[in-house]
């Protein structure tokens, strides 16, 4: 009897075995496969699975505990509803890559050592870069180069930092970091780059937008909350998170302002909504670590459904900018209105799960006394809405007729939107059923009437502003700088510098050479000669004289402690006997 | 379909939409006067309104800073890297 299955077990192997299948029987597999996971984590008991030893480190594939169990619940309902959104789709590398992607997610989130974490997290960059990928345009394949490279790079910081705590302290648990060494800081930065912290965020904003329609689905949900749960795990209480979380959140915020692609635009309110998980690890509180863990499940939801909903309008447009988009709630209302349920929830409005989780994360910062975080944190949520809740919607469903004229997308997209969205209003009018699976006791309660004037004053108020400013806020054909214009004009520069420089210098060397040497042209054919015979004739013989006596010596060899022992002994007697005399 | 045509009925009808929309603003303001305050952190927790204000100054702080920031420094035209 086995009496523990790794939940990624179905979803890494099982995708493997996908191309054996065709046609309705595939889609019911695809399904089948996220399902079976969910159904593992659903009856996972607490507790400590899988030890493995390996090269005298203790491996552990499956530590079990209250915080793991709620992010790989949710991660498999994502995997789960993203597989439904992806039915349809014929291109079986995109359900291997998306289910690869996903079960490593779950690998990372149940890993209880610094090396099961590593693999894991590597495997979710390599089995991620296809979602970019496979849309097949030059675009996508250049975003998706320089993400893995991005990504590489974290990883060798990564590995760097475990390298280092390990043979500092010994260990390679994956738990709450004790000293502030560089082991803290080379971790610290490899996770806030998979959280997609500035200035290590831009991978994000440049790739999803060029993944495939149902890609994005699945990109959206993993690798930054991968990221925050690793946070979560080894920095709590880490006080520079704070700031920096709360600098993500309004970074996010003024980058979606000057977005035109839709899918950016959800990519810069991911950073947004990953800051104030951040700044909740930095914390460290209890609230403030239910905060997050409540945040970052309700988040996957609606930033999926978000996802969806955006994807939708580009696979049935063909059409993806803010500028070219508008008016089309007339042909796509069921879309329109599940994206909506989308963005009252990031919004946080009362009975939507935003308002359930995110305003924990506020009133940590409040129980802290931290004015500014507080003040910071409640202007970005202003832009949420503004953004995710507003302007996308208005200059895509409605707004100016954009002349397009699509249809409803196939029925499984609009199915997985609809679960998505049951669940966000789900969770918002019953927030007790997320409460109780938060690592901490929660005493918490969302549905004051002080809390839910405040946010709606907040909220309408933001939308008054939106219709006062309309006319300045549509989409402009435009693209805004951001850091990988580092690594994308720097290549420039760098490819200039080469061409310029090193090319010429290259060449004069080449050139001094040809003169210098060439007429020793004879003289070096000679001495290849004499490289061959003498030289390599020499080592040849000294290798294979050393070769025989290593055989003669195996002999001696009897891999019996005693014998070396006496060896030693008798060596040490001889040598000390000759010192004396 | 359904859902289409309610929300065809309600692009119609704007102005009614727009009449509702200022009453429940002003409806969340009024409301802020009577409700019952227990414990506050902060002390623009017993301003009536504070939220309100504070919602629109976001709104129009974001999009001012973020559109000058745009204007003046960060935007490109779109063939800015294939160049």
């Given at each position: 009897m086995i009496d523990w299955v790794h939940p990624s077990f179905f979803l890494i192997f099982g995708a493997l075995l996908i191309p054996l299948f065709k046609g309705r029987v595939q889609q019911f597999y695809v399904v089948l496969l996220p399902a079976l996971s969910l159904l593992t984590v659903m009856l996972m008991d607490p507790g400590v699975y899988g030890v493995f030893n390996f090269l005298g480190l203790e491996l552990v594939f499956g530590r079990a505990d209250k915080l793991s169990l709620?992010?790989?619940?949710?991660?498999?309902?994502?995997?789960?509803?993203?597989?439904?959104?992806?039915?349809?789709?014929?291109?079986?590398?995109?359900?291997?890559?998306?289910?690869?992607?996903?079960?490593?997610?779950?690998?990372?989130?149940?890993?209880?050592?610094?090396?099961?974490?590593?693999?894991?997290?590597?495997?979710?960059?390599?089995?991620?870069?296809?979602?970019?990928?496979?849309?097949?345009v030059k675009a996508s394949?250049?975003?998706?180069?320089?993400?893995?490279?991005?990504?590489?790079?974290?990883?060798?910081?990564?590995?760097?930092?475990?390298?280092?705590?390990?043979?500092?302290?010994?260990?390679?648990?994956?738990?709450?970091?004790?000293?502030?060494?560089?082991?803290?800081?080379?971790?610290?930065?490899?996770?806030?780059?998979?959280?997609?912290?500035?200035?290590?965020?831009?991978?994000?904003?440049?790739?999803?937008?060029?993944?495939?329609?149902?890609?994005?689905?699945?990109?959206?949900?993993?690798?930054?909350?991968?990221?925050?749960?690793a946070l979560i795990r080894a920095y709590p209480g880490t006080e520079v998170l704070i700031w920096m979380g709360t600098i993500m959140a309004l970074?996010?915020?003024?980058?979606?302002?000057?977005a035109n692609d839709i899918r950016r635009l959800l990519g810069y309110h991911i950073i947004s909504q990953v800051g104030y998980m951040v700044a909740a690890v930095g914390m460290g509180t209890a609230l403030a670590i239910n905060g997050a863990v409540a945040h970052a499940f309700t988040h996957i939801l609606y930033k999926g459904l978000l996802f969806m909903g955006a994807g939708a309008v580009i696979q049935m447009t063909g059409r993806s900018k803010l500028s070219e988009l508008g008016g089309i709630y007339r042909y796509m209302p069921v879309t329109f209105v599940l994206y909506m349920i989308g963005g009252f929830s990031i919004s946080a409005f009362p009975l939507f799960s935003g308002f359930v989780s995110k305003s924990m994360e506020v009133s940590a910062a409040a129980e802290l006394h931290l004015t500014w975080i507080w003040l910071l944190l409640t202007l970005a949520s202003a832009g949420t809405f503004l953004h995710t809740g507003l302007k996308l919607p208005y200059f895509?469903?409605?707004?100016?007729?954009?002349?397009?004229?699509?249809?409803?997308?196939?029925?499984?997209?609009?199915?997985?939107m609809a679960i998505a969205a049951f669940l966000c209003v789900f969770i918002g009018?019953?927030?007790?059923?997320?409460?109780?699976?938060?690592?901490?006791?929660?005493?918490?309660?969302?549905?004051?009437?002080?809390?839910?004037?405040?946010?709606?004053?907040?909220?309408?108020?933001?939308?008054?502003?939106?219709?006062?400013?309309?006319?300045?806020?549509?989409?402009?054909?435009?693209i805004s700088l951001d850091m990988d214009w580092f690594y994308r004009k720097g290549a420039g520069i760098f490819m200039q510098f080469i061409y310029r420089v090193v090319v010429p210098v290259e060449d004069w060397f080449i050139q001094v050479y040809r003169y210098v040497f060439r007429g020793n042209l004879a003289l070096?054919?000679?001495?290849?000669?004499?490289?061959?015979?003498?030289?390599?004739?020499?080592?040849?013989?000294?290798?294979?004289a050393v070769g025989r006596c290593a055989g003669a010596l195996r002999q001696v060899q009897t891999?019996?402690?005693?014998?070396y022992a006496l060896i030693m002994v008798g060596s040490l007697l001889i040598l000390s006997l000759y010192s004396l005399f | 379909m359904n859902t289409g045509k309610i929300l065809e009925s309600m692009m119609n009808n704007t102005k009614t939409l727009k009449r509702i929309a200022y009453v429940v603003l002003a409806l969340t303001v009024v409301l802020d006067f009577f409700i019952e305050r227990h414990h506050h952190v902060f002390f623009w927790e017993d301003i009536p309104g504070f939220s309100a204000a504070y919602g629109f100054?976001?709104?129009?702080?974001?999009?001012?800073?973020?559109?000058?920031?745009?204007?003046?420094?960060?935007?490109?035209?779109?063939?800015y890297y294939n160049d």
């Amino acid at each position: 009897m086995i009496d523990w299955v790794h939940p990624s077990f179905f979803l890494i192997f099982g995708a493997l075995l996908i191309p054996l299948f065709k046609g309705r029987v595939q889609q019911f597999y695809v399904v089948l496969l996220p399902a079976l996971s969910l159904l593992t984590v659903m009856l996972m008991d607490p507790g400590v699975y899988g030890v493995f030893n390996f090269l005298g480190l203790e491996l552990v594939f499956g530590r079990a505990d209250k915080l793991s169990l709620a992010f790989a619940y949710v991660f498999s309902s994502a995997a789960l509803i993203g597989a439904i959104y992806a039915m349809h789709v014929k291109d079986v590398s995109q359900h291997i890559a998306a289910f690869i992607y996903a079960g490593s997610s779950l690998g990372a989130t149940f890993a209880g050592d610094f090396i099961t974490l590593f693999v894991f997290w590597e495997l979710m960059a390599f089995a991620s870069v296809w979602l970019i990928w496979a849309r097949r345009v030059k675009a996508s394949i250049e975003a998706g180069y320089r993400y893995l490279l991005v990504h590489a790079v974290g990883g060798l910081v990564l590995l760097a930092g475990i390298l280092i705590l390990y043979v500092t302290t010994g260990s390679i648990r994956f738990d709450a970091m004790q000293v502030r060494d560089t082991a803290f800081y080379l971790i610290l930065i490899g996770f806030m780059l998979n959280a997609a912290v500035p200035p290590l965020h831009a991978w994000l904003t440049d790739a999803y937008p060029e993944s495939t329609v149902t890609g994005a689905v699945f990109l959206s949900a993993f690798t930054t909350k991968t990221a925050v749960y690793a946070l979560i795990r080894a920095y709590p209480g880490t006080e520079v998170l704070i700031w920096m979380g709360t600098i993500m959140a309004l970074y996010g915020v003024v980058f979606a302002v000057l977005a035109n692609d839709i899918r950016r635009l959800l990519g810069y309110h991911i950073i947004s909504q990953v800051g104030y998980m951040v700044a909740a690890v930095g914390m460290g509180t209890a609230l403030a670590i239910n905060g997050a863990v409540a945040h970052a499940f309700t988040h996957i939801l609606y930033k999926g459904l978000l996802f969806m909903g955006a994807g939708a309008v580009i696979q049935m447009t063909g059409r993806s900018k803010l500028s070219e988009l508008g008016g089309i709630y007339r042909y796509m209302p069921v879309t329109f209105v599940l994206y909506m349920i989308g963005g009252f929830s990031i919004s946080a409005f009362p009975l939507f799960s935003g308002f359930v989780s995110k305003s924990m994360e506020v009133s940590a910062a409040a129980e802290l006394h931290l004015t500014w975080i507080w003040l910071l944190l409640t202007l970005a949520s202003a832009g949420t809405f503004l953004h995710t809740g507003l302007k996308l919607p208005y200059f895509t469903f409605l707004g100016d007729d954009c002349g397009a004229r699509p249809t409803e997308p196939p029925r499984n997209m609009l199915v997985a939107m609809a679960i998505a969205a049951f669940l966000c209003v789900f969770i918002g009018v019953y927030p007790d059923w997320l409460y109780n699976m938060l690592p901490h006791e929660v005493d918490y309660h969302p549905y004051t009437s002080t809390h839910v004037v405040w946010a709606l004053q907040i909220l309408l108020f933001t939308g008054l502003g939106f219709f006062m400013l309309v006319k300045h806020l549509g989409g402009s054909p435009k693209i805004s700088l951001d850091m990988d214009w580092f690594y994308r004009k720097g290549a420039g520069i760098f490819m200039q510098f080469i061409y310029r420089v090193v090319v010429p210098v290259e060449d004069w060397f080449i050139q001094v050479y040809r003169y210098v040497f060439r007429g020793n042209l004879a003289l070096g054919i000679k001495g290849l000669w004499f490289d061959k015979n003498v030289i390599d004739g020499a080592v040849n013989a000294i290798a294979s004289a050393v070769g025989r006596c290593a055989g003669a010596l195996r002999q001696v060899q009897t891999g019996q402690l005693q014998h070396y022992a006496l060896i030693m002994v008798g060596s040490l007697l001889i040598l000390s006997l000759y010192s004396l005399f | 379909m359904n859902t289409g045509k309610i929300l065809e009925s309600m692009m119609n009808n704007t102005k009614t939409l727009k009449r509702i929309a200022y009453v429940v603003l002003a409806l969340t303001v009024v409301l802020d006067f009577f409700i019952e305050r227990h414990h506050h952190v902060f002390f623009w927790e017993d301003i009536p309104g504070f939220s309100a204000a504070y919602g629109f100054i976001s709104c129009v702080l974001i999009v001012v800073i973020s559109k000058a920031l745009g204007h003046y420094w960060l935007e490109r035209s779109e063939e800015y890297y294939n160049d």
